[in-house]
């Protein structure tokens, strides 16, 4: 194993702290002041605390403070409070370097502030990822010693206008479907994602459309080559130098531009199109959506589950939990990709959205595939644990574009391998 990057250890010294006393099982507040706290006082840390209110609440909090003063910003809750920090802090960054995060070419600035992760939600999914536990005291030690992360992040436009940024799962059909059935079940508490899961699953929907992608080819990995995301990743190091490069000779012309780049197209009916930035592991799923997804590496693991019997979809679900390989399977797909669109049918917009420029790309190779069986339907998207009823967007993904109070899963097995 190639021995890790060096880099140097920032110290927080002022904070500021954002507690979702709702997330979760409520303990976010609880959790905070017996495990955390005392931590931060231990190491002279000051902190700003603001116990949130509403939704949106930190997310309107960051546009408007003076953020210059602190080291970092801190969010105790699940995923959902680190997304509404994300939004928050990307969104603040843009806006103070003139950047319109509207368009989707746009160059997105990096904040230079690090986000530190107390887990107190019911999954925390971004936590575990990136730290191997949704433990409150070791995330707390990384944000005490001002360990630095630098992680992707996916920015989800439709017809020119930003819907959400993305980090962990952004999710059509199967996951789309859950997310969009529990919303209407919040008052079951968190046992309606189990409800909603087990209906969608029996409902077995298979939605119809075409999904484009750009390679990921900078990357030094792939999907399938078993060799998971590690602190100190020789993956992420490599592919965001080889990305670099491929940038500047595309700049000075030495190279042809986006535009004439190769995309593949593939259409088909499917149960569901997933998009991660992470490995998506949890408790119960220990290896995650894509065991060798790259929390940095400039790109993203797209999984396009083709339609199939409702057993062999039970067989692909059931690997997520076990060490077998989740993509040897007949019905399903896997590609390291920088971007990716996607258009469900009927793609009738006009040429001007994404679904026109995607009938101009694709026109042909669409054509040419038999017609669909399944009745014409839409899904929604799952974006990071939020619905997004637009089933027409356009994926990119920014390489390192955040920074957390993190170091990376360790190594935990001499079995496992080597990044």
Known sequence: MEKPYAFTASRPKHLLVFINPFGGKGQGKRIYERKVAPLFTLASITTEIIVTEHANHAKESLYELNIDKYDGIVCVGGDGMFSEVLHGLLGRTQRDAGVDQDQPRAALVPSPLRIGVIPAGSTDCVCYSTVGTSDAETSALHIVVGDSLSMDVS???????????????????????????SEKKRWMGLVRYDFSGLKTFLSHHCYEGTVSFLPAQHTVGSPRDRKPCRAGCFVCRQSKKQLEEAQKRSLYGLEGAEEVEEWKVICGQFLAINATNMSCACPRSPQGLSPAAHLGDGSSDLILIRKCSRFNFLRFLVRHTNQGDQFDFTFVEVYRVKKFQFVSKPAEDEDGSVRGRGKKRLGQLCSDRPPCCCAVSSSAWNCDGEVLSSPAIEVRVHCQLVRLFARGIEENSKQESHC
């Open 155 to 181: 920015s989800v436009h439709h017809n020119g206008t930003l819907l959400r940024y993305s980090v962990s799962l952004l999710g059509y059909g199967f996951y789309g479907d859950i997310i969009k059935d």
